[in-house]
């Protein structure tokens, strides 16, 4: 399916968000894996489905699965006691994402229960014997500077090597500072990451056409094209609009096949050496 790389074909990895979600999320990763275009899935290890999630990677050897770290709208992997600042007491993260940003930056017992969570979330995906193949956070989280350094800084301990850089054309323009310091930090650590990102800008409506029109027109280095397929919605009130049975059709489209084997190079995760 996929065409030979020559040195100028642009290289993609497409990803599934929010594996382990739920079963309808779950059972759409493994047949976008199965049956279409995708090659990589981000790992929610608190969400409620994620033994099935872990159970269906490890049957889909070729599948590279990363850590997709919550620390907003979900559940923590630490008892509520342990990070009081931080969630609710059922576990939960709030979604002020801005007022919580401040929060992280400036008050440093917020940090400290900050740090404890991600290191715990780390620990719970080195659990499951999974390996690592990258990083990234719920919502784009670690655009945030103060997550960024935590992510870097503990994900050293768990052999983390690549880290998505949310960086979409026609990102904007408030945010290209934050993200010329975000690639800086990622270079200077030594961890890889993409050149271009294809999902933000239509979250919940990579439908068939969507991942033609990108296709079509995709940059030459490594690009990152993520969604969140299911097979049915309902998956979350946070994403009662989101179109999931159509971003899985797109994953099994046959048009879409065809357009990745005339347009790039389909890497399988970060950890491809095609990607590097």
Known sequence: MTAARSPTRPRLIVTADDFGLHPAVNLAVERGFREGVLRAA????????????????????????GLHLVLADGQSALAPSRVPSLVDARGRFGDDMVRNGFRFFFLP????????????QFEAFAATGLPLDHVNAHKHFHLHPTVLSLMLSIGRDYGLRAVRWPAEPGAAPWLKPWLALMRHRLRRAGVRSNDHVFGIQHSGAMDEQALLEVLERLPEGLSELYLHPATHGDITPAMVDYRHADELAALL????????AEHCHLCHGFSDPAAA
Do not use: F, Y
């Not at 969400?47 to 050897?61: E, I, T």
């Not at 489209?253 to 990745?260: F, N, Q």
């Open 109 to 120: 017992h917020v940090r400290e229960q900050l740090a404890a969570e991600i290191r715990a």
């Open 253 to 260: 489209s046959p048009r879409v096949r065809r357009a990745v």
């Open 42 to 65: 981000s790992l929610m290890v608190t969400a409620p489905a994620v033994a099935d999630a872990v159970a269906r990677a490890k049957r889909m050897p070729g599948l590279a699965v």
